[in-house]
């Protein structure tokens, strides 16, 4: 597939991860066949997890958010959206069971961007999962244990009435692929494909915002299945008594039922009807506030706001039941302002650059320089040119950059011998928006670590190459160790024969005690011949060796050698040294 050009994206209706998260087995077997009859081998079991955000979110997940966070303009002209870096993410876990589709159908997301005005909501912190869902929501979640996350708190007709329909979930939420190369639409270092998920609500001028990102997975309980608001077909039958000028003077209940803040809402407006609310007991509820009323109710929800109740047979109303959602991310923004960036530059009146009221008129170059006061760092006042990114003909570009501070970018006006601070200026303020960016910042710190790895990488290759001669690596991929270990190895054998004494059996026969001419004057033998048949060199072993008889030693017993005081001294002091040899290393003394 050919890559968007910059400027440029390709929407994808989604894109399916090859396996969704939950637990796996994977079954290894063989199947063999010896002349036509199978002969299957004993396969194994293998077990594993595909895990992916549930509860939680990380925060680098995030690539960017619509409106931006904490902003302030005219967004009411958008839907709020957020990107998610990973492509896959909105589809790696079911709706719920009721939403499976086939391999060539449109997966239902998992996740919803809804969006609050700041007095619709409650963002509740680190709750435990079982306060979040009801009992047989956290049952179809598989009921894990230890699970604590963030939650956002609404009315539940509220949330019913604005959450979208599971197959409007399938047409806010799409992948886009962008141009890596794209500043505007690429962000950090991603492959340029994003998971997109939309809000269905616009917001409206003069207000604040909150944006939630949150888990809709098996909350069936909440999504709407259709757009048509059903009121109830046994509401307001039978005119009775009942008089109830506002909806939160009713009271709070502590068993609940199924009157809810729009049915509250009726009472109001048709203050002399009867309110009919499911007829599951036998029982009358006495409603006191500003008038009294008289419903047949029944048990359903909880939490609710009013203060005065005056309740027969133990039965109470709950008018405002809450509901949740897991939190996976938000951000707020205020939606204020007319008019786009783009309406309002169409707008300017250029003739304000250097054309307005003479009290005020400003000195103005053809370039758009001002003279503004400064103060240097010694703390003398002086005057310095400044202009702003905004002038009345093009400019070329700075060729003397990049800079690495912002004194490096101020300049001297060779015709008034001014300094021009424009360009300090603009480093300076996009130093300090850059670092007020969390994630730049991280991104930065990465790439540091990068480069410094990278360039003490290649320093210790250029100091091995250079002390050790050895070939230098063209390709930085290369293992450095295996590389250079082969390189000295080869360099080491490089001349050497193969050995032709494998055994060592000619470097044993070098030995002196297998010399026969050492051999024959050790033992004083005739010739030289009689020292090789001692050695075993000829096959007449069976000959006699005859022994220099001037030299023959006489024949004593053991008497004699052991009064043989001398001798044995000598002995004695010639073991002594020996065991010196031993001990001291150096040579025989």
Same mark, same amino acid.
């Given at each position: 597939?050919?890559?968007?050009?910059? $400027?440029?994206?390709? @929407?994808?209706?989604?894109?399916?991860?090859?396996?969704?998260?939950?637990?796996? *087995?994977?079954?290894v077997?063989?199947?063999v066949?010896?002349?036509?009859?199978?002969q299957?081998?004993?396969?194994? /079991?293998?077990? %594993?997890?595909?895990?992916?955000?549930? &509860?939680?979110?990380a925060?680098?997940?995030?690539?960017?958010? #619509?409106?931006?966070?904490?902003?302030?303009?005219?967004?009411d002209?958008?839907?709020?959206?957020v990107?998610?870096g990973?492509?896959?993410?909105?589809?790696?876990?079911?709706?719920?069971?009721?939403?499976?589709?086939?391999?060539?159908?449109?997966p239902?997301? &998992?996740l919803?961007?809804?969006? &609050?005005?700041?007095?619709?909501?409650?963002?509740?912190?680190?709750?435990a999962?079982?306060d979040?869902?009801?009992? =047989?929501?956290?049952?179809?979640?598989?009921?894990p244990?230890?699970?604590?996350?963030d939650?956002?708190?609404?009315?539940?007709? #509220?949330l019913?009435?604005?959450l979208?329909?599971?197959?409007?979930l399938?047409?806010?939420?799409?992948?886009?692929?962008?141009?890596?190369?794209?500043?505007?639409?690429?962000?950090?270092?991603?492959?340029?494909?994003?998971?997109?998920?939309?809000?269905?609500?616009?917001?409206?001028?003069?207000?604040?915002?909150?944006?939630?990102?949150?888990?809709?997975?098996?909350r069936?309980?909440?999504?709407?299945?259709?757009?048509?608001?059903?009121?109830?077909?046994?509401?307001f039958?039978?005119?009775?008594?009942?008089?109830?000028?506002?909806? %939160?003077?009713?009271?709070?209940?502590?068993? $609940?039922?199924?009157?809810?803040?729009?049915?509250? =809402?009726? #009472?109001?407006?048709?203050?002399?009807?009867?309110?009919?609310? +499911?007829?599951? %007991?036998? !029982?009358?509820?006495?409603?006191?506030?500003? !008038?009294?009323?008289?419903?047949?109710?029944?048990?359903?929800a909880?939490?609710?706001?009013?203060?005065?109740?005056?309740?027969?047979a133990?039965?109470?109303?709950?008018l405002?039941?809450?509901?949740?959602?897991?939190?996976?991310?938000?951000?707020? %923004?205020?939606?204020? !302002?007319?008019g786009?960036?783009?309406?309002?530059?169409?707008g300017?009146?250029?003739?304000m650059?250097?054309?307005?009221?003479?009290?005020?008129?400003?000195?103005?170059?053809?370039?758009?320089?001002?003279?503004?006061d400064?103060? /240097?760092?010694?703390?003398?006042?002086?005057?310095?040119w400044?202009?702003?990114?905004?002038?009345?003909?093009?400019?070329?570009?700075?060729?003397?950059?990049?800079?690495?501070?912002?004194d490096?970018?101020r300049?001297?006006?060779?015709?008034?011998?001014?300094?021009?601070?424009?360009?300090?200026?603009?480093?300076?303020?996009?130093?300090?928006?850059?670092?007020? /960016?969390?994630?730049?910042?991280?991104?930065?710190?990465r790439?540091?670590? $990068?480069?410094?790895?990278?360039?003490?990488?290649?320093?210790?290759?250029?100091?091995?190459?250079?002390?050790?001669?050895?070939? @230098?690596?063209?390709?930085?991929?290369?293992p450095?160790?295996?590389?250079?270990?082969? =390189?000295?190895?080869?360099?080491?054998?490089? +001349?050497?024969?193969?050995p032709?004494?494998? &055994?060592?059996?000619?470097?044993?026969?070098?030995?002196?005690?297998?010399?026969?001419?050492?051999?024959?004057?050790?033992?004083?033998?005739?010739?030289?011949?009689?020292?090789?048949?001692?050695?075993?060199?000829?096959v007449?072993?069976?000959?006699?060796?005859l022994?220099?008889?001037?030299r023959?030693?006489?024949?004593?017993?053991?008497?004699?050698?052991?009064?043989?005081?001398?001798?044995?001294?000598?002995?004695?002091?010639?073991?002594q *040294?020996?065991?010196a040899?031993?001990?001291e290393?150096?040579?025989?003394?």
């Open positions: 597939m050919v890559d968007p050009r910059v $400027g440029e994206m390709i @929407l994808f209706d989604y894109i399916r991860p090859p396996l969704t998260a939950g637990e796996y *087995r994977m079954r077997g063989t199947e066949a010896i002349d036509g009859t199978g299957p081998l004993p396969g194994q /079991d293998f077990f %594993f997890d595909v895990e992916g955000p549930r &509860f939680a979110l925060p680098n997940e995030v690539a960017g958010v #619509f409106p931006p966070r904490n902003g302030h303009g005219p967004f002209s958008a839907l709020p959206h990107a998610l990973r492509r896959t993410l909105p589809w790696e876990r079911p709706l719920g069971d009721a939403y499976t589709v086939g391999a060539d159908e449109t239902y997301p &998992f919803a961007l809804v969006m &609050f005005e700041q007095s619709e909501c409650t963002i509740r912190r680190n709750l999962l079982t979040v869902v009801p009992h =047989d929501v956290f049952v179809r979640l598989g009921q244990s230890g699970i604590r996350c939650a956002v708190e609404a009315d539940q007709q #509220f019913k009435e604005i979208p329909m599971p197959e409007e399938q047409l806010l939420t799409h992948v886009r692929q962008v141009n890596v190369d794209d500043r505007e639409l690429a962000a950090g270092d991603s492959d340029g494909y994003f998971a997109v998920v939309m809000s269905n609500r616009v917001p409206r001028s003069g207000a604040d915002y909150v944006c939630c990102l949150v888990s809709v997975e098996e069936t309980d909440l999504l709407p299945v259709t757009d048509y608001a059903d009121t109830g077909s046994d509401i039958q039978n005119a009775a008594v009942a008089e109830i000028s506002e909806t %939160f003077a009713l009271s709070k209940s502590s068993l $609940g039922t199924s009157v809810i803040a729009s049915e509250a =809402d009726k #009472f109001a407006k048709f203050p002399a009807q009867e309110l009919v609310v +499911g007829n599951t %007991f036998a !029982g009358t509820a006495n409603i006191t506030a500003t !008038g009294n009323a008289t419903a047949i109710g029944s048990v359903t909880t939490a609710g706001v009013s203060v005065n109740a005056n309740v027969n133990g039965i109470t109303a709950v405002y039941p809450k509901a949740q959602l897991v939190l996976l991310y938000s951000w707020t %923004f205020t939606c204020e !302002g007319d786009t960036f783009r309406q309002l530059m169409q300017l009146d250029v003739g650059i250097g054309d307005v009221e003479p009290a005020t008129k400003l000195e103005v170059t053809d370039t758009g320089h001002i003279k503004i400064v103060t /240097d760092r010694l703390g003398a006042p002086e005057q310095s400044y202009r702003g990114p905004l002038v009345a003909q093009p400019l070329t570009r700075d060729a003397l950059g990049p800079y690495h501070s912002a490096q970018a300049r001297v006006v060779a015709e008034t011998g001014a300094e021009n601070i424009s360009y300090a200026a603009a480093f300076e303020v996009g130093r300090l928006l850059a670092a007020a /960016d969390a994630r730049l910042a991280q991104e930065l710190m790439w540091r670590r $990068g480069s410094f790895r990278s360039s003490a990488r290649q320093s210790a290759i250029d100091l091995l190459r250079v002390a050790m001669r050895l070939s @230098l690596i063209e390709n930085p991929l290369d450095v160790a295996l590389r250079y270990s082969v =390189d000295v190895l080869e360099k080491v054998t490089k +001349g050497i024969a193969p032709t004494d494998p &055994f060592g059996v000619d470097a044993l026969l070098a030995s002196p005690l297998l010399q026969p001419e050492r051999v024959a004057k050790a033992f004083a033998l005739k010739t030289i011949d009689d020292a090789v048949r001692l050695l075993g060199a000829d007449a072993l069976t000959q006699s060796v022994v220099d008889g001037g023959a030693a006489p024949t004593t017993n053991l008497d004699q050698v052991l009064s043989d005081q001398a001798g044995l001294a000598a002995l004695a002091e010639l073991r *040294r020996a065991f040899n031993l001990q290393p150096g040579g025989v003394q």
